[in-house]
């Protein structure tokens, strides 16, 4: 009875971690682009934005850095915040 006990307990912290540790599917959830026009056809209604992999930051259009690096793409703002990208601290210039 006594080990009956330990692998209910065992399974019951297991499942639980498992639930705990999964990522959230909206994180999870960001459409990459090769163009801009096809990153502006999946968001209409949001701006589209230049992320840098590597940073984990996105340029907007204006940026010095917006459209510059091999690990980049373009991606909707809403989509990048929502992953954990950040705006990137250079401001416009």
């Known amino acids: 009875m006594n080990r009956e006990f330990f692998l209910k307990l065992f399974a019951a912290v ?3 971690l498992a639930v705990l540790l999964a990522p959230i599917s909206a994180s999870a959830q960001l459409a ?3 163009t ?3 990153a502006r056809l999946h968001c209409p ?3 589209v934005v ?5 940073k984990r930051r996105y340029y907007v259009r ?4 917006y459209e ?5 793409t373009y ?10 990208y950040k705006k990137s601290r250079f401001g416009r210039r």
């Open 45 to 47: 209604n949001d701006e």
């Open 62 to 65: 204006g940026q010095k850095l």
């Open 50 to 54: 230049w992320l840098d992999f590597q």
């Open 14 to 16: 297991f499942v639980t």
């Open 32 to 34: 990459i682009f090769s």
């Open 36 to 38: 801009e026009t096809m």
């Open 68 to 72: 510059r690096g091999r690990d980049a």
């Open 75 to 84: 991606a909707c703002r809403k989509e990048a915040k929502r992953s954990g």
